[in-house]
C-alpha cells in the first residue's frame, strides 16, 4: 500500500541563543539538517518539506541543492526534498508551519519535527508511522514529544488560524481534539524530548551521542 505520509521539518527560526542556524550545526561530518534527513531516510517515509524562515540565504549558501528545492523536488538519499520559504518569519513558527502546510495535498497524513528536536530511532519512527488515528504523539517517561503525526482532517484547519492569534499554537489546537482521535505511541527513545535551545544544550548532546 502506498504510503502517502510526508514529514515536514521546520527550521525558520533565528536560532538566536544557539548563535548559529540549527540546522546548519556541525554533526560528525555534515550538517544537522542532513543528519536529520538522513535519519528520515531510513524510514518508510519518501517525502520531505522543509520550512525556512530566518536565515535562509545561510542555508541556500551551505547547501548549494536546497535552494534549487523551492521550484521542484530534489533527491536526497532517496527522499524528495522541497523547500517552502516564509516570506513572514517575524510572525513566528507557526506561521512557518502554515506556509509549508499550504503547500501540501489534502491527501497527506503530515508528521511534523521542529529541527531542534533530535528525530528518534527509525524503529520506532516507523511505530509512529504506521499507527492510525487522527493524531499521534510519541510517549516517554509519562512525558509527550515530537515528532507529531496528523491526518488532514485536523492539519487543514491550521491553514485558517491567524498566525498572529494567541490560539495559533500547535499544542493549543490539540487540547481541542477529542481525545479519542488522540493516540500515544510508547517508546524508549528520550531524543523525543530533547530540546536543543543553546550551546550549552549542543555540547551536551554531542558529548552523549557522538563517543
Known amino acids: 500500500m502506498e504510503n502517502n505520509t510526508v514529514f515536514v521539518l521546520?527550521?525558520?527560526?533565528?536560532s538566536e541563543r544557539m548563535g548559529l542556524d540549527k540546522g546548519l550545526l556541525k554533526y560528525k561530518q555534515t550538517?544537522?539538517?542532513?543528519e536529520q534527513l538522513h535519519r528520515i531516510s531510513k524510514t518508510n517515509i519518501s517525502t520531505v518539506y522543509i520550512g525556512l524562515g530566518h536565515n535562509f540565504?545561510?542555508?541556500?549558501?551551505a547547501i548549494h541543492w536546497f535552494e534549487n528545492?523551492?521550484?521542484?523536488?530534489?533527491?536526497f538519499q532517496n527522499l524528495n526534498i522541497k523547500l517552502v520559504l516564509n516570506k513572514h518569519p517575524e510572525l513566528g513558527t507557526f506561521s512557518t508551519l502554515q506556509s509549508v502546510l499550504k503547500e501540501i495535498k489534502l491527501s497527506n497524513t503530515i508528521i511534523l519535527n521542529p529541527i531542534d528536536i533530535p528525530i528518534l530511532n527509525p524503529i520506532e519512527l516507523n511505530k509512529i508511522i504506521n499507527t492510525d488515528n487522527e493524531?499521534?504523539?510519541?510517549?516517554?517517561?509519562?512525558?509527550?514529544?515530537?515528532?507529531?503525526?496528523?491526518?488532514?482532517?485536523?492539519w487543514k484547519n491550521l491553514i485558517l488560524l491567524n498566525s498572529s492569534d494567541t490560539n495559533a499554537r500547535l499544542d493549543f489546537q490539540l487540547k481541542k481534539?477529542?481525545?479519542?482521535?488522540?493516540?500515544?505511541?510508547?517508546?524508549?527513545d528520550r531524543a523525543i524530548l530533547i530540546n536543543l535551545n543553546t550551546k550549552k544544550d549542543w555540547i551536551s548532546f554531542l558529548e552523549t551521542t557522538i563517543s
Open 135 to 154: 493524531i499521534i504523539i510519541p510517549h516517554f517517561q509519562g512525558k509527550n514529544g515530537h515528532p507529531i503525526k496528523m491526518k488532514a482532517g485536523f
Open 10 to 14: 521546520l527550521a525558520g527560526g533565528k
Open 177 to 188: 481534539i477529542n481525545p479519542i482521535k488522540i493516540s500515544n505511541v510508547e517508546v524508549f
Open 57 to 61: 540565504q545561510h542555508y541556500f549558501d
Open 69 to 75: 528545492a523551492q521550484t521542484k523536488f530534489e533527491e
Open 31 to 34: 550538517f544537522w539538517i542532513l
